[in-house]
């Protein structure tokens, strides 16, 4: 893993982690409802990991770097 996926990822964790406890506390002090709770918490894991998989930075595939690698030696002859 690199240091930039690293940092992605830490950060987005944080951040959620952030975004979890402020709308627990918010719940918890002017709602008081253990579904709205639930339903919270799961939605803050979903969005987490669907915002994760969507912008994480990628390690380019094997395949592009083929492709790459036979357009440079066509290039150089």
Do not use: H
Request: aromatic share 12%.
């Amino acid at each position: 893993m690199k240091k930039r996926q690293f940092t992605f990822i830490f950060a987005l964790t944080l951040l959620s982690v952030i975004v979890w406890i402020t709308g627990e506390i918010l719940i918890g002090q002017f709602i008081n409802s253990f579904g709205l709770s639930v339903g919270w918490a799961v939605f803050c894991l979903i969005a987490c990991c669907a915002y994760s998989l969507w912008k994480c930075p990628r390690e380019p595939d094997n395949e592009e770097e083929e492709t790459e690698q036979k357009q440079n030696q066509k290039g150089d002859k």
